[in-house]
């Protein structure tokens, strides 16, 4: 419970990286209730690189089926600062990363990281369906889990497809290579890419433009940069309606 108490009371921590072989399964509820109300975080990471009691740790420090998972807690605190998690060699399975989905609707984090763990493609494909509630997330990682093993990749790949168009706040998501959908997935995220960039140089109401008018031709001279342009233009025309209001 002191380790706990030191993170909670610790405001300066900022990043935080847990290896969860040193967590013993009989760590009391003070440790995890202090944990969980850490609000300072913001960058945290969860793994192990040894055999340890996955079963009765997992619940409660990421999800269970209470609900008081720590990281589940942390997501749904409002006043968390947490944007950038981590729980990757965790043994995670099917089961968890549904739990923990919901609470990544109002949650603040912008990068989540499930690599090497134990989700399927049951687990993915929900998560992937969930994707458009997910406003602040930007950049997915979760490769070398047997999902890309499985049968389905059609399915989650099409669901994916559709998490990127509704999400345009996604710009990174790896190991898209193992969809059969890869090629148009790369393009939509260059698209979601560009826009963001875009959004930065759109002036706002009574603002001039921060690009000069003359600085046009030569940016449009640039092939590369032109063909961009234009397919942003093509695919996102609700880009620049701001513009018009």
């Not at 009765?56 to 409002?78: Q, S, T």
């Not at 043994?91 to 739990?99: F, K, Q, S, T, W």
């Not at 995220?189 to 690009?211: A, H, M, T, W, Y």
Request: hydrophobic share 40%.
């Amino acid at each position: 419970g002191k380790l706990g108490d030191m993170i909670q009371r610790n405001v300066q921590l900022t990043e935080l990286t847990l290896r969860l072989h040193h967590i013993s399964a009989s760590a009391p509820c003070a440790f995890y209730d202090g944990l969980a109300k850490s609000i300072h975080i913001q960058k945290l990471q969860i793994g192990t690189r040894y055999r340890w009691n996955a079963e009765e740790i997992l619940p409660k420090l990421i999800a269970g089926n209470d609900g008081n998972g720590v990281v589940e807690r942390l997501l749904r605190n409002p006043q968390s600062q947490l944007v950038e998690l981590d729980i990757s060699k965790t043994r995670l399975e099917d089961h968890h990363l549904i739990a923990l989905v919901q609470s990544l609707f109002t949650s603040k984090v912008k990068e989540l990281n499930f690599s090497s763990n134990n989700i399927r493609s049951r687990g993915l494909l929900e998560f992937i369906r969930q994707i458009p509630k997910m406003k602040s997330l930007q950049k997915i990682s979760f490769a070398y889990n047997p999902w890309e093993k499985d049968s389905d990749l059609e399915e989650c790949g099409t669901a994916l497809l559709h998490g990127l168009r509704e999400n345009t706040s996604i710009t990174f998501v790896n190991r898209l290579c193992a969809f059969p959908q890869y090629e148009l997935l790369w393009r939509l995220l260059g698209v979601n890419f560009i826009r963001q960039k875009l959004f930065l140089f759109l002036p706002q109401s009574g603002e001039e433009s921060p690009i000069p008018m003359g600085l046009w031709p030569l940016i449009l001279a640039n092939t590369q940069l032109a063909d961009a342009v234009y397919f942003v233009l093509q695919n996102c025309p609700a880009i620049f309606s701001c513009c018009k209001e």
